[in-house]
């Protein structure tokens, strides 16, 4: 067992802002099946899972000194379906971090989880090898949302996963989708009480987005499957951050509640613009202005990293792209937007486009900081659009 285990979750977690620390996401693109809205890169076929993660060990040594410290804060296994590969495959990945990085102060290591995967023995063995938090994709309890969806998972599997959890003492995460066409206000307020009943540190609730070059988006083209409605969208949102708040969620990003001190490191890491590497096929990174990301086949993904090639392509965004990143994410967040955190060249251009907003009732002034009004938090995207800057 790696010595670092044992450190994870002494520290506070309600803390943000460490210095000279690091996130890393893993990429495990692979899945039983494809979800009809998901458009994540991923394989169904485990064929080459060793190779792939023979790669992603060898370019976690590759890509080491891409963040100026070797001491990691916080570990992300995404995908994909992480809990799908062997167990000797996610230790080993681990073992490979821990020699080549310092992770003897990391606060958190999240595995994405499906329940259909979940049983006492995988748990023990996650928590063996340092994983402390699992983020477990339920969507709803109810089987027409999942058929819906085209869910691999069952009613039966996602309750039995949750309380697994609950009894092996792993704090954890949970997913769920409102807005489907399936979906009456009843249902979701029904997956609303029974995942409450499980008391999960954390929810992350999304409303159903239909991606360009899925099934989902496919079958609506089609006629085979009804669009999601605004207005239901809108309304379950709202019923969501009604019922979370009332029974004591923080509601800390626009799809993203927690309990107290518990809010997801690793993603605020990406929303306050900190450093992360990531590894393994279609993953990014960022590091202070620049973004990278890998190329989105596995088998090609393999073959460049035996040949001892670059998988990745990177680019250093302009002062006006930081600019517009850093409204769009940080307005997503209950820590809104300052203007110290604000380059010196669009200040005068924030707080000349921010009053329209102000009148509108879209923003609003809270300790120096420029927040979504709940009236917003619906039409997020849009209000950050009007606050981008444009070189043109």
């Not at 003492?169 to 409102?178: R, V, Y």
Request: overall charge negative; hydrophobic content about 35%; aromatic content about 12%.
């Amino acid at each position: 067992m790696p010595c670092w285990t044992y450190k994870i979750g002494l520290f506070t977690k309600q803390m943000f802002l460490w210095i000279d620390m690091a996130g890393i996401y893993i990429h495990i693109p692979f899945c039983r099946q494809a979800c009809h809205y998901c458009n994540f890169h991923f394989s169904t076929s485990l064929k080459y899972e060793d190779d792939l993660v023979n790669a992603i060990c060898t370019e976690i040594i590759n890509r080491k000194s891409y963040v100026e410290t070797d001491k990691i804060k916080t570990i992300y296994f995404g995908g994909g379906t992480p809990s799908l590969i062997k167990d000797e495959n996610l230790a080993l990945i681990i073992d490979t971090l821990e020699k080549h990085f310092d992770l003897s102060e990391v606060l958190e290591c999240t595995l994405e989880a499906n329940p259909e995967d979940i049983t006492k023995d995988k748990v023990t063995f996650w928590k063996s090898i340092g994983v402390d938090r699992l983020s477990i994709g339920i969507q709803s309890f109810h089987a027409v949302d999942l058929e819906w969806m085209n869910r691999v998972h069952s009613v039966d599997q996602a309750q039995n996963a949750l309380r697994i959890a609950n009894e092996c003492g792993i704090s954890f995460s949970a997913d769920l989708i409102f807005g489907s066409a399936t979906t009456t206000d009843e249902m979701w307020m029904d997956n609303l009480n029974r995942m409450k009943a499980y008391n999960p540190d954390h929810l992350s609730c999304y409303s159903l987005t239909v991606e360009s070059q899925t099934a989902l988006h496919t079958l609506i083209k089609k006629g085979k499957l009804k669009s999601p409605q605004d207005e239901t969208i809108a309304r379950q949102f709202y019923l969501t951050r009604d019922f979370l708040i009332s029974n004591g969620y923080d509601h800390y990003e626009i799809s993203n509640y927690s309990l107290p001190n518990k809010n997801a490191l690793h993603n605020t890491n990406y929303w306050k613009s900190e450093s992360y590497l990531g590894i393994g096929p279609s993953a990014h990174s960022y590091n202070q202005g620049t973004r990278s990301w890998n190329i989105a086949n596995n088998a090609k993904y393999i073959n460049l990293i035996k040949e001892g090639k670059s998988v990745y392509e990177s680019e250093t965004l302009s002062k006006s792209d930081v600019y517009n990143e850093y409204v769009m994410t940080r307005l997503r967040t209950k820590f809104g937007c300052t203007l110290e955190e604000i380059d010196d060249n669009f200040k005068d251009y924030f707080l000349s486009m921010i009053q329209k907003q102000i009148d509108l009732n879209h923003i609003y002034l809270k300790d120096n900081s420029y927040r979504l009004t709940e009236k917003a938090m619906v039409i997020s995207d849009h209000v950050s659009s009007e606050l981008f800057y444009s070189e043109s």
